[in-house]
DNA sequence: GATGAATGAGCGTTCATTCAT
DNA sequence: CATGAATGAACGCTCATTCAT
């Protein structure tokens, strides 16, 4: 087995644990013994769990970005960039419910307060397009004139907590309420005439 | 020591470490100690650290809803009604970080799913003052005719988001942000003209 | 109450618990609660858990020693008087199954160990009617002349371990049977001719 | 070390604890102490330690009969073979007190029950070598029409009774007393004339 | 005298991490 | 390198005993 084959079955081992048990229902022997490696052995690709956890984050971060991109064209209109972006999220969260349990134990940990500190306040410098819209929807008064973190809340805040209600069950979300939720968050976003 | 005393004094502790450090970052011993008694003492007023943590939740909600009802007045319009309960709901949470950080690691932790299963689906027969406000919006047609799990998701998801956003210093939440962030919320719920 | 009547509560409490569920099956407080009387009580009347242990046993001991003696006329022959022992202590313990299983417990644990030593050794001076018949069968050459210690354990040995087994309900002891095992047990011990 | 040599070390250790304390007086971390190896270590040998009790047992049951069955021939007369058997026995028990010492604990516990009735009633199919010689004596008519249960207590009560005397110095057992001893639980068990 | 709340040492068990093989 | 046996600190919880009321 390569290299990076050995280093994304641990990773992927570990991710489904931890979502579907917690951090703390995921023990380095389990995930080892899901990975069908030593348990030594991951503390060659990981330094300790704390990375492990924080690399996983990393590597979703980048999947879920990259299947926001998809299609996505700057050239569109404000809204329809917005309800492209919000169902992409809403669309990924639900067909992957592992990868998005992991990210809410993340974001629910003090890993996560750590990391949403580090994207707030520089100390990363990777393009965020939700910024950028945002920052473009302000410029051409089209969306509220509140903080970032507030529109990050109004766009993000119902996402999530219907992801949730979804993956666990509470709601069945089709094409068309995914859209239409979407859409509500937009109107919570924009400008009331 | 008064026999609530006592109590309250371990149930302030718990809820403290369990804000501060997490369910797991709260063991019992370090519990008492911040409470100053002994380690079995706390098994005097708490079956298991599972009760604690379920009645530290109980004693939180009737504190909150108790708050949320204060100066509530049910011959208000719709959208002052709301406006009233989610700049209470996010007044206490900012008011009350640590009381807003044990919500947080409840509810996302099997008790909480637990809960909010019972709560959605019956098993309870507490009035709940939203659920009423939402039915009450869907027969005016003044709110959007979404499932009530989407409803609760567009009203509550970005005040939890931009409750915890506050507390982490992430953004400053005066008064008149805490309005426009409840505004905006009520325009995520409307009906568009 | 008075005093004797509470110090019988809890003995009769405590053998209860320990017949049931072993010594460590009886925790002060379970024996105070069934005693209904307050656990820092039981410290009245027994300095501690071990005395309340012996003095149980003393209790019962002289109880099941006046059991056994009454009806028992030496005159009768030794072997008449061997069964009239042997078939009481069976009864006894099949009617008294709480008393039974506190004295396997009490026996078979560092108590009975060092009980059964001072028994042997002098240490007491209680006269022990067992070890009268045995003697005077061994002056008649009625019964093999073999230690007293193995006397006892031909004569006593079958008792406790069928005793047990009827209240485990692997055997059911009718009065028949009861009169053959003890007959049996005298086959041991009498000189065959 | 072996992985075997490791696992006697645990389990000779917690043995000769249980033999001398009781189960409540071997924690685990004394036996692992005892062991010369760490508390968790245990565990990845004996699931828990109830199972490590019984394997014990299982073993220690193994051994016993290994060394019954040692010079045994079905050919020779009941009483032979009975005196074998029980002189057999005795002598293990004497010449490994603490096996002894753990057997009588085990036998006098829950654990001990269990097994009992499993033996007595079928659930296991391990021939016995005790129950096939009683079958043979009863359809014989050399020995007394009792129930097996009863059987049993005559045979082996006294063994029992006087090997624990003997390893609590109460008695010394040579040769000469373990046949007359044998010879006379047998007298019990035999038809008389 | 009687109470029962308080104590804290001790229990069985888990698990992140190390290191000899 | 990869392994997985070994570790031991830490966990949730129990209970014999004490002592203020």
Known sequence: ????????????????????NGFHGAPMAMIAEKARVG????????????????????????????????????EKPLRARFIHLGAAVLRYCIFNPLDFRFLEQFHNSP?????????????TDQKDVYRELFEEGLAQQAIKDLP?????????????????????GFVVLDDSLIEHTVMACWDGLKRQA
Not at 1 to 17: F, G, N, Q
Not at 116 to 121: A, M, S, V
Request: with cysteine; proline share 2%.
């Open 1 to 20: 087995m390569a290299r990076l084959e050995k280093r994304d079955e641990i990773a992927r081992a570990a991710l489904e644990l931890i979502a579907e």
């Open 111 to 123: 890993y996560g307060v750590v990391h949403r500190r580090d994207k707030l306040f520089g100390k």
């Open 39 to 74: 348990a030594g052995t991951i503390y060659r690709y990981f330094e300790n769990k704390d990375v492990l956890i924080n690399e996983l984050y990393r590597d979703l971060e980048e999947r879920l970005c990259s299947v926001l991109m998809k299609g996505y064209s700057p």
């Open 148 to 168: 970032m973190v507030v529109l990050y809340a109004l766009a993000f805040g119902p996402l999530i907590t219907v992801a949730r209600d979804h993956i666990l």
